[in-house]
């Protein structure tokens, strides 16, 4: 990225938000714009200062952030919300997916992989490990049992894929659906965790094979 990174930093421990301002105002290219002890104070935040990354906390005082997340990606869908937390449970991950999360890292992970990390989320990728994206999509369609096809997908992001299956780009897709690429390139992200293709093109290939991408004469 030519620019500098934006990023707001949530978090309800002073101690926590200081040492990740450190972090990240010694990286090259990184810029904060702004922290929040609650997510009442980050969705005013966010939306007023516009950052590329929202480094999300879960257990905060108030309005947590989970709720913080659904209304950051209503109000602002360019924004990516990378969750930083201590729980590693399976409820918090897809809670976490759910809401919008781009990405999920837990708290004591090393300095460079939380920099990759949010370097990634912002260029519009998500970030979960294979284990983790595996126990998610795991997860969610054990809560959907015969739900479909791809039950583990929005509806927004079962359009894209759709509309991937029909061989459109990212730009095509983001005209049909009024929406920007980057928000389009987040989907395409997204449905490749969840449904864990390696590639845009196996993604494709699922999609076609369960009968998506049919010509639609309007």
């Known amino acids: 990225m030519t620019e500098r990174l934006r990023v707001l930093l949530v978090d309800d421990h002073p101690v926590v938000r200081d040492g990740l301002r450190w972090l990240f105002e010694s990286a090259a290219g990184v810029e904060v714009v702004g922290e929040a002890a609650d997510g009442q104070t980050a969705v005013r935040l966010a939306g007023d200062l516009a950052p590329d ?11 947590d952030g989970l709720e913080a997340t659904r209304q950051v990606k209503a109000a602002s869908p360019d924004t990516a919300v990378l969750v930083l937390t201590m729980s590693d449970n399976d409820a918090s991950l897809v809670a976490a997916v759910t809401a919008g999360a781009s990405g999920y890292v837990l708290k004591g992970a090393g300095q460079e992989d939380l920099l990759r990390a949010t370097r990634a ?8 490990g294979t284990g983790v994206a595996r126990r998610l999509l795991t997860l969610v369609k054990a809560a959907h049992p015969g739900g479909g096809v791809f039950p583990e997908l ?8 759709e509309l991937m299956a029909r061989g459109q780009g990212n730009a095509e897709i983001a005209h049909r659906l009024m929406l920007s690429e980057k928000t389009v390139r987040n989907n395409v992200s997204t449905i490749l965790t969840k449904l864990h293709a390696a590639h845009r093109a196996q993604a494709v290939a699922r999609a076609r094979d369960a009968g998506l991408g049919s010509p639609n004469p309007a």
């Open 53 to 63: 990354v929202v480094l999300m906390d879960l257990a905060m005082p108030g309005m």
């Open 121 to 128: 989320v912002a260029d519009g990728q998500a970030m979960f």
């Open 154 to 161: 929005t509806v927004r992001e079962r359009e894209v894929l």
